[in-house]
């Protein structure tokens, strides 16, 4: 059976749901950029609401994403991600009262753990969907900038939401390639249907 339903029934066009959705967190993702790079390091009360809406935001996409392809139960990779955005996000709270090392630690793990759910879940989803071959990438580059993170968060500098900034942007554009590649695709099937039925 198919991994794509919608409200307990397959969907006729997952690639439709997900181009929606990989835009929406596309659009998102940018918008906490900007406020990253702008408010955040003024304010840091903005900067530790960002940094706890980041991790649970994703938390809130996967869930939504795997009840639009027949609920979480179907899609293991995504309620194991949903976890561990969710603990994140409670990580992340509590490392701010400590420090900013210890919340780019945070992060650290996080990415390198999302990163790699989420590259399971464009395995699973290849043969389903289109646009997965971008989230791959996605993953894999998510899995090494959490290295990255961990790496930085035991150095001496002092990190700030800024640093992660970089790391959101990768994620958007990836997130809006996806969204255009299936955009591209649908496109030229409706070419290709509209050349059939004119023959």
């Not at 990253?36 to 869930?63: E, H, M, R, S």
């Amino acid at each position: 059976m198919s991994d794509h339903m919608i409200d307990g029934r397959p969907s006729t066009d997952p690639d439709r749901w997900l181009k929606s959705y990989y835009a929406l967190r596309g659009a998102i993702s940018i918008a906490w950029v900007a406020a990253a790079l702008t408010v955040g390091p003024k304010l840091p009360l903005v900067a530790a609401v960002l940094l706890v809406i980041y991790p649970a935001w994703d938390a809130v996409a996967n869930v939504i994403d795997a009840r639009r392809n027949g609920g979480l139960r179907r899609n293991p990779t995504q309620l194991f991600n949903t976890a561990v955005s969710g603990l994140t996000t409670v990580a992340v709270a509590v490392a701010l009262s400590h420090s900013m090392h210890a919340v780019l630690g945070v992060f650290g793990v996080w990415a390198a753990l999302s990163g790699l759910l989420q590259l399971a879940t464009a395995v699973r989803r290849r043969k389903h969907a289109g646009g997965q071959w971008v989230m791959v990438i996605s993953g894999v580059q998510s899995a090494a900038a959490g290295a990255n993170f961990l790496r930085e968060a035991g150095g001496t500098a002092l990190p700030n939401v800024a640093d992660i900034a970089p790391y959101a942007a990768f994620g958007a554009f990836y997130f809006l390639v996806s969204a255009a590649w299936l955009s591209v695709v649908a496109a030229r099937r409706r070419r290709s249907a509209d050349a059939t039925a004119g023959r």
